[in-house]
């Protein structure tokens, strides 16, 4: 069976420092996978996907995530935090007809 | 270009009611999946809909069904609603079945369900 796993529920940061946001996967087959963000009260937007043609992925909003099959991790990165990053992030995988699985969340807290 | 949209945005029911809630996907999408999203947790896969035939379940209770119309809007109806059914109901939409890789889950703001 298909799992995605965030490391982290919650991961503070200052403004201006690394995020790293950690998922990994557990798929038999070579995965689709996703990052979404939710705002308060809003649904997911689509930060960045892994095509398959390179295992660096650069997404919205200046985030990229890196696809390392030997770790079976997507992670998720920005250099510089800003106070807009504050939301939820989801790791999510597959997308056919079994729909996407998603990971439980990552809280991200921007600190001034 | 409008996004999804969905309706109502909140209701609250009481258990044992039956609830019926309403999506319309970006123009040109022909399929619309339906997500439950319990607080603190991720969304939750239902239903998969293309062309207006079901496609996909998750591991939900007959007590879910939907339904696609020929202008690819959709309602989820929920009966004999539980107080574990309280959560934010998601509905994204695609161009194509599967919302994979090439055709990526376009997402509505959700209706938040409460059962009392």
């Known amino acids: 069976a298909q799992s995605v796993t965030q490391l982290g529920s919650h991961v503070s940061v200052s403004e201006g420092a690394l995020v790293l946001l950690r998922c990994n996967y557990s798929?038999?087959?070579?995965?689709?996978l996703f990052w979404y963000v939710q705002y308060p009260n809003q649904g997911l937007q689509l930060l960045l996907k892994y095509t398959s043609a390179a295992t660096l992925v650069k997404g919205i909003n200046g985030f990229e995530a890196e696809f390392k099959k030997s770790e079976t991790s997507f992670h998720l990165t920005k250099p510089s935090a800003h106070m807009s990053d504050a939301a939820e992030y989801f790791c999510?995988?597959?997308?056919?007809?079994?729909?996407?699985?998603f990971g439980k969340g990552t809280h991200l807290i921007i600190q001034p | 270009d409008a996004g999804v949209t969905q309706s109502p945005t909140h209701l609250i029911k009481t258990r044992g009611q039956h609830v019926t809630l309403r999506c319309s996907p970006i123009s040109g999408h022909k399929s619309v999946s339906w997500y439950q999203q319990v607080l603190g947790q991720g969304p939750q896969f239902i239903f998969q809909?293309?062309?207006?035939?079901?496609?996909g379940r998750g591991n939900f209770p007959d007590r879910f069904s939907a339904r696609q119309f020929p202008n690819y809007s959709s309602e989820l109806n929920v009966n004999a609603l539980l107080l574990g059914d309280s959560a934010l109901y998601l509905c994204?939409?695609?161009?194509?079945?599967?919302?994979?890789?090439?055709?990526?889950?376009?997402f509505g703001n959700g209706t938040r369900l409460t059962v009392t």
């Open positions: 999510a995988m597959g997308g056919g007809a079994d729909g996407l699985t």
């Open positions: 809909y293309y062309e207006k035939e079901e496609r």
């Open positions: 994204a939409s695609s161009s194509r079945q599967g919302g994979g890789n090439n055709s990526p889950l376009h």
């Open positions: 798929s038999s087959v070579p995965p689709y």
